[in-house]
C-alpha cells in the first residue's frame, strides 16, 4: 500500500514501512524512520534521523530538521519548519501496564507557517497557531496563538510577529484533519 510520488529521493538505512503515502520531490535524509499511517504532502524535506511513530501529517512545504520525533496523532501544516532535535508527545498520561489509568492519545496541530527551534519538547494535545514561532529549546506545555513569538520552558507568548516574518496564507489552504477511519485504525484512543 506504499504510496510514492515522483522524484522521491531517500538516503541510506531508511525504514518506511507498508502503510505510508508519500507526495512529489519529497527527500528522506539517512536513517529516516517513517511508521504506517504517515502522510507527507508535496516538496517536503525530512533531514538524517527523523522519526515518525504513526499516523501523522506532514504537510506541503515542510522541513523537519536531524533527529526529530513526530510522534501519532501529530498534523503539521504546510510552510511549517521544524528544528533539529524536536521532540512531540502523543499522550499526557502514560497508561502502559496501568490498567486504572483511562488510555487516551490527543491531537497535536503545528500551524501553516509556524517554527519550531531545535530541542523543543510539545506536550500533546497543543495547538501551536499559524506563524507561531518557538524558540530553541522550549517547553510547549500550552496552545500559542497565531503570528506570536513564544519561548520559555514554561513557554511564554513573547510578542506578535511583524507581517514580514509570516509565511502568507495561501487562499486555497484548507486545514488539515485525520478522517474518521484513519483514527479508528492508527489511533483507536484518540480523541
Known amino acids: 500500500m506504499r504510496q510514492y510520488?515522483?522524484?522521491f529521493?531517500?538516503?541510506?538505512?531508511?525504514?518506511?514501512?507498508p502503510e505510508v503515502t508519500i507526495g512529489d520531490n519529497v527527500t528522506l535524509g539517512h536513517n529516516v524512520i517513517?511508521?504506517?499511517?504517515?502522510?507527507i504532502g508535496n516538496d517536503v524535506a525530512l533531514s538524517d534521523n527523523v522519526c515518525t511513530t504513526?499516523?501523522?501529517?506532514?504537510?506541503?512545504?515542510?522541513?523537519i530538521r536531524a533527529g526529530s520525533i513526530i510522534s501519532?496523532?501529530?498534523i503539521i501544516e504546510d510552510f511549517a519548519f521544524i528544528g533539529a532535535g524536536v521532540?512531540?508527545?502523543?499522550?499526557?498520561?502514560?497508561?502502559?501496564?496501568?490498567?486504572k489509568?483511562?488510555?487516551?492519545?490527543?491531537i497535536t496541530k503545528i500551524g501553516y507557517g509556524a517554527i519550531i527551534g531545535s530541542k523543543c519538547c510539545l506536550s500533546a494535545g497543543i495547538i501551536v497557531g499559524n506563524n507561531a514561532t518557538i524558540g530553541y529549546a522550549s517547553?510547549?506545555?500550552?496552545?500559542?496563538?497565531?503570528?506570536?513569538?513564544?519561548y520559555g520552558s514554561p513557554i511564554k507568548e513573547v510578542s506578535i510577529l511583524y507581517e514580514e516574518e509570516r509565511v502568507e496564507i495561501d487562499s486555497g489552504w484548507k486545514e488539515f484533519n485525520f478522517d474518521v477511519s484513519s483514527l479508528m485504525h492508527y489511533l483507536p484512543l484518540a480523541q
Open 9 to 17: 529521493k531517500k538516503g541510506l538505512n531508511c525504514i518506511i514501512e
Open 101 to 106: 489509568i483511562e488510555g487516551r492519545i490527543l
Open 5 to 7: 510520488g515522483r522524484r
Open 54 to 63: 504513526g499516523l501523522c501529517y506532514i504537510g506541503n512545504h515542510a522541513i
Open 34 to 39: 517513517l511508521r504506517d499511517g504517515t502522510i
Open 72 to 74: 501519532r496523532g501529530v
Open 87 to 99: 521532540v512531540t508527545s502523543s499522550m499526557k498520561r502514560v497508561f502502559y501496564h496501568r490498567p
Open 139 to 150: 517547553f510547549v506545555n500550552k496552545d500559542i496563538a497565531d503570528n506570536c513569538l513564544a
